[in-house]
């Protein structure tokens, strides 16, 4: 049994299409105004800075620290959710 | 860096004039000559950003790091992490120890790591000293007694050879303030209690198992069981117990004081404290209970400790609490009270249950049951169906007949106004009889 959220299931369970950086798991208001300043509005963008880091869940988490202030537990569970999301779709 | 640099030889060399310039920061960097491109790979650049994109991925991989195409917004990442790969080269071993003391398992390897605990206890505790607040003394000097029970005597005034420094506070406090115990006690019996419970659950989560398995047979036997380690096991807890127990353990504590502490206790004290010491070599972590009764008395317990060993057991504090609390229980030789806790469901020896309560039945279910209440049994269907399928047989055989009989009754009834008619039926019935 595995402990996602609903948000996790809901975004690793179909294709990411044009969703909002909001609707990744982890990723609230503050933190998705935070990346949409910075250019990443939709959640492709963010996985395209995902697959730039080779996928790698630990340095995508490091930068998603960085870039928008996120804490370990937000930043893990966004990374997690890529790579789900990866391991299904690409 | 000088400008008007253009060729590729002025543009290194400039690189490493730079990088020279930055060289007094970096203990033992070789100066090199600027003919030699190719030691960007071989050296430890200590600042990332002025590597170009391709010396910072060389640099990665050269710490084993296969580094993704560096972009505006992986530059950043991949930089900090060579920062990280470039630091703990030098501080590694420190981190390794550390973390050996956390992670320490067994009594053997406490002991061994004792003595090198000791040496960190100073670094530790001066660390833990800065981050202790005033509210957190109180449980500092109780969870300190523990420690200088288990210390015997290696550091008296501090952890010593406490292996779960991160547990609790230093000791130095308990020293300082003795006489304040009592009155600000009640005060921070309960804030402390969660506090403590909180710092110890979160710094204690790599408890050994010594200390787990036997916090969990505390929480099994309860306040006052009848565990072969006596009134120990119920002073005694592990972390992860504290918290659980923390409160009731207040409340205890605050009877205590009411009824201001025993005095008579230090001989106790010391052979409870030479007990504990005896059978909780792995259990130093103590209850605010057995802490509290001991106050000062305990900071003389590692010096007698060796010469009471196996003493009487000192049963008295103890018993005089639980009778406080419990005034409902007999006195034992012993001192023990074991109470039976709730059986435990599915265990073997609970009562037998005749009636159990109605189960929860689904819709799917109860609508079964209806329907098999109205229904035939299939039996009887069969039955019935091979009543009916003879008597179709008998009709099929003796149709003529049985029309004939039928037509004869039919004619009797109909004689007075449709007997033509029906005897014209008759014979048509008759004809076709005949043909079959």
Same mark, same amino acid.
């Given at each position: 049994?595995?402990?996602?959220?609903?948000?996790?299931?809901?975004?690793?369970?179909?294709?990411?299409?044009?969703?909002?950086?909001?609707?990744?798991?982890?990723?609230?208001?503050?933190?998705?105004?935070?990346?949409?300043?910075?250019?990443?509005?939709?959640?492709?963008?963010?996985?395209?800075?995902?697959?730039?880091?080779?996928?790698?869940?630990?340095?995508?988490?490091?930068?998603?620290?960085?870039?928008?202030?996120?804490?370990?537990?937000?930043?893990?569970?966004?990374?997690?959710?890529?790579?789900?999301?990866?391991?299904?779709?690409? | 860096?000088?400008?008007?640099?253009?060729?590729?030889?002025?543009?290194?060399?400039?690189?490493?004039?730079?990088?020279?310039?930055?060289?007094?920061?970096?203990?033992?960097?070789?100066?090199?000559?600027?003919?030699?491109?190719?030691?960007?790979?071989?050296?430890?650049?200590?600042?990332?950003?002025?590597?170009?994109?391709?010396?910072?991925?060389?640099?990665?991989?050269?710490?084993?790091?296969?580094?993704?195409?560096?972009?505006?917004?992986?530059?950043?990442?991949?930089?900090?992490?060579?920062?990280?790969?470039?630091?703990?080269?030098?501080?590694?071993?420190?981190?390794?120890?550390?973390?050996?003391?956390?992670?320490?398992?067994?009594?053997?390897?406490?002991?061994?790591?004792?003595?090198?605990?000791?040496?960190?206890?100073?670094?530790?505790?001066?660390?833990?000293?800065?981050?202790?607040?005033?509210?957190?003394?109180?449980?500092?000097?109780?969870?300190?007694?523990?420690?200088?029970?288990?210390?015997?005597?290696?550091?008296?005034?501090?952890?010593?050879?406490?292996?779960?420094?991160?547990?609790?506070?230093?000791?130095?406090?308990?020293?300082?303030?003795?006489?304040?115990?009592?009155?600000?006690?009640?005060?921070?019996?309960?804030?402390?209690?969660?506090?403590?419970?909180? +710092?110890?659950?979160?710094?204690?989560?790599?408890?050994?198992?010594?200390?787990?398995?036997?916090?969990?047979?505390?929480?099994?036997?309860?306040?006052?069981?009848?565990?072969?380690?006596?009134?120990?096991?119920?002073?005694?807890?592990?972390?992860?117990?504290?918290?659980?127990?923390?409160?009731?353990?207040?409340?205890?504590?605050?009877?205590?004081?009411?009824?201001?502490?025993?005095?008579?206790?230090?001989?106790?004290?010391?052979?409870?404290?030479?007990?504990?010491?005896?059978?909780?070599?792995?259990?130093?972590?103590?209850?605010?209970?057995?802490? +509290?009764?001991?106050?000062?008395?305990?900071?003389?317990?590692?010096?007698?400790?060796?010469?009471?060993?196996?003493?009487?057991?000192?049963?008295?504090?103890?018993?005089?609490?639980?009778?406080?609390?419990?005034?409902?229980?007999?006195?034992?030789?012993?001192?023990?009270?074991?109470?039976?806790?709730?059986?435990?469901?599915?265990?073997?020896?609970?009562?037998?249950?005749?009636?159990?309560?109605?189960?929860?039945?689904?819709?799917?279910?109860?609508?079964?049951?209806?329907?098999?209440? +109205?229904?035939?049994?299939?039996?009887?269907?069969?039955?019935?169906?091979?009543?009916?399928?003879?008597?179709?047989?008998?009709?099929?055989?003796?149709?003529?007949?049985?029309?004939?009989?039928?037509?004869?009754?039919?004619?009797?009834?109909?004689?007075?106004?449709?007997?033509?008619?029906?005897?014209?039926?008759?014979?048509?019935?008759?004809?076709?009889?005949?043909?079959?």
């Amino acid at each position: 049994m595995s402990t996602t959220s609903q948000k996790h299931r809901d975004f690793v369970g179909e294709p990411m299409g044009d969703k909002p950086v909001t609707a990744l798991s982890g990723i609230g208001d503050t933190l998705g105004r935070k990346l949409e300043e910075q250019g990443f509005d939709k959640a492709s963008v963010v996985l395209g800075q995902f697959l730039l880091l080779k996928k790698d869940t630990d340095m995508f988490s490091d930068w998603l620290k960085d870039a928008s202030g996120a804490n370990s537990r937000q930043a893990d569970s966004c990374a997690q959710c890529l790579r789900e999301w990866c391991d299904a779709f690409l | 860096m000088p400008d008007g640099c253009i060729s590729p030889e002025c543009s290194s060399g400039v690189q490493w004039n730079h990088l020279l310039a930055n060289s007094d920061q970096i203990p033992g960097h070789t100066w090199r000559s600027k003919d030699r491109e190719e030691d960007p790979d071989h050296t430890e650049i200590p600042d990332p950003r002025t590597l170009t994109d391709d010396e910072l991925k060389a640099a990665l991989l050269h710490h084993g790091v296969k580094a993704g195409p560096i972009v505006g917004t992986t530059r950043a990442v991949y930089e900090k992490k060579l920062k990280k790969l470039l630091q703990p080269d030098e501080s590694g071993k420190v981190n390794g120890a550390e973390k050996a003391v956390v992670y320490s398992d067994s009594e053997e390897e406490e002991e061994e790591e004792v003595e090198e605990e000791e040496q960190k206890a100073d670094g530790e505790e001066e660390v833990e000293e800065s981050v202790c607040t005033e509210s957190e003394k109180q449980t500092a000097e109780q969870t300190d007694l523990a420690k200088q029970e288990s210390s015997q005597a290696k550091l008296p005034y501090q952890n010593g050879s406490f292996p779960y420094l991160q547990c609790f506070m230093p000791s130095s406090r308990l020293h300082a303030r003795p006489t304040s115990n009592r009155e600000s006690k009640s005060k921070w019996n309960s804030r402390n209690a969660v506090k403590s419970s909180e +710092r110890s659950r979160s710094r204690c989560k790599e408890i050994p198992v010594g200390i787990s398995r036997a916090s969990s047979v505390d929480q099994h036997s309860g306040l006052g069981s009848g565990v072969p380690s006596g009134s120990q096991s119920v002073m005694s807890n592990g972390c992860s117990s504290f918290s659980s127990q923390a409160f009731s353990i207040t409340q205890m504590v605050k009877e205590m004081e009411s009824r201001s502490l025993i005095s008579s206790s230090t001989d106790a004290d010391r052979e409870l404290n030479v007990s504990n010491v005896q059978e909780h070599r792995s259990q130093p972590i103590r209850l605010q209970i057995a802490d +509290r009764m001991k106050n000062q008395s305990v900071y003389y317990t590692p010096q007698d400790s060796p010469h009471k060993w196996g003493a009487q057991p000192p049963q008295e504090p103890m018993k005089d609490i639980i009778k406080e609390i419990f005034p409902e229980t007999g006195t034992t030789p012993t001192g023990i009270h074991a109470t039976r806790r709730r059986p435990i469901k599915g265990a073997a020896q609970r009562p037998v249950q005749y009636g159990y309560p109605a189960t929860p039945v689904s819709p799917a279910t109860l609508e079964r049951r209806e329907m098999e209440r +109205r229904r035939v049994p299939i039996r009887i269907q069969i039955l019935v169906f091979l009543i009916m399928a003879c008597i179709l047989y008998f009709i099929y055989v003796n149709l003529e007949d049985i029309c004939v009989v039928l037509l004869d009754s039919l004619n009797q009834g109909f004689d007075s106004e449709d007997g033509y008619s029906l005897q014209a039926e008759t014979e048509d019935t008759q004809v076709v009889s005949g043909q079959d």
